[in-house]
């Protein structure tokens, strides 16, 4: 599957299939919790807000490979927890997503706070860096990067 056969879907957590939710945040928690051994709580309950949407690709089965979530935080959209599986790297589903993101959202201002090592793949989506270096809760250092709404 390369990008540009992504099968990218978009959805607020009451249009979810409980399975594909439960894959979605198994998911998740492979990518940040063990892979990136990040010990936090990924369900925060932002996921359920209703202006939260769920971008995820699924492969051929329907089953979720990869995955990000966009949070309304009022006057912003952010983007965060944005995870592929180990097993559908390189194939341009994360940025398959952020396209998606672009084009549903694209016109509004948009945050995120980026894995210093992947400040340069958010920059070629129009992300830029918007202040200091950080450590999140698990040391891992981070970069918040802000993209201005297509009209700003």
Known sequence: MDQSHADVRTQRFLELDPMV???LWALRSEVFVIEQEALYLDLDGRDTEPGTWHVWCADGDGVP??????????????VGRVATDEGHRGRGLAAAMMR????????????????????????R???????????????????????????G
């Open 21 to 23: 939710a439960y894959r």
């Open 65 to 78: 490979v990869a995955t990000l979530r966009v949070l309304d935080d009022g006057g912003v959209r952010r």
């Open 100 to 123: 998606e993101v672009l084009s549903r959202w694209g016109s509004e201002p948009m945050v995120l706070d980026a894995q210093v090592r992947l400040a340069d793949w958010y920059g």
């Open 125 to 151: 989506f129009g992300f830029v860096v918007s202040g200091d270096e950080f450590e999140d809760e698990d040391g891992m250092p981070h970069l918040p990067m802000r993209r201005e709404g297509a009209s």
